[in-house]
């Protein structure tokens, strides 16, 4: 065995090996900001309920199945997000694939915290909840561009590479 081979044939394996360790930690960012989305919902609809003056007897049996509903939603995005970051590793797209189902959390969690807000006309007194505004709309906004500009940075590069292929 040549010197340095060891090394590279390491360099490899942790090449091969490194995105699907990555791929967990984002998964589990993914599903504790769904939870976290989970919940937002649950507000959001509980103040619409409110705004509509639903009788309380409904409102518990609608807050009941639409938490159901919710769970199935967040259970099926869950698995959904693992399938979807490990077939992505394949296809050297991990990053991307993080980005955009995190800025679309993002988008939902900041539509679900400032809905409320508008819908009951609470002034806002404290500077950090616009601080959170900020940051889940800049975030979410931020994440989206950036995987959607890749995604079509990959679209025009395969093309480019197909035309060349002709020629």
């Known amino acids: 065995m040549k010197k340095g081979q060891g090394v590279q044939r390491t360099v490899r394996f942790l090449r091969r090996i490194l995105p699907y360790v990555l791929c967990y930690p984002l998964w589990g960012i993914t599903t504790a900001l769904a939870f976290l989305n989970l919940m937002m919902a649950r507000n959001l609809y509980l103040t619409i ?10 409102a518990r049996a609608i807050d009941r199945i639409l938490f159901i509903f919710l769970g199935i939603v967040w259970l099926v995005l869950i698995i959904f997000s693992e399938c979807y970051y490990r077939a992505s590793i394949s296809k050297n797209r991990l ?3 993080f980005f955009l189902i995190t800025g679309i959390q993002l988008l939902f969690l900041f539509a679900a915290h400032f809905l409320p807000f508008l819908l009951v006309r609470i002034r806002i007194s404290d500077w950090t909840q616009y601080v959170l505004f900020a940051g889940e709309l800049g ?7 950036v995987a959607l500009r ?3 940075r990959n679209i025009v590069a395969s093309r480019f590479k197909e035309k060349n292929k002709s020629i």
Do not use: E, F, I, Y
């Not at 309920?49 to 409904?58: A, E, R, T």
């Not at 975030?139 to 561009?145: I, R």
């Open 49 to 58: 309920m409110g705004v509509l003056s639903v009788q309380p007897w409904p």
């Open 95 to 97: 990053w991307k694939s």
């Open 139 to 145: 975030g979410g906004l931020a994440l989206l561009v």
């Open 150 to 152: 890749s995604s079509s």
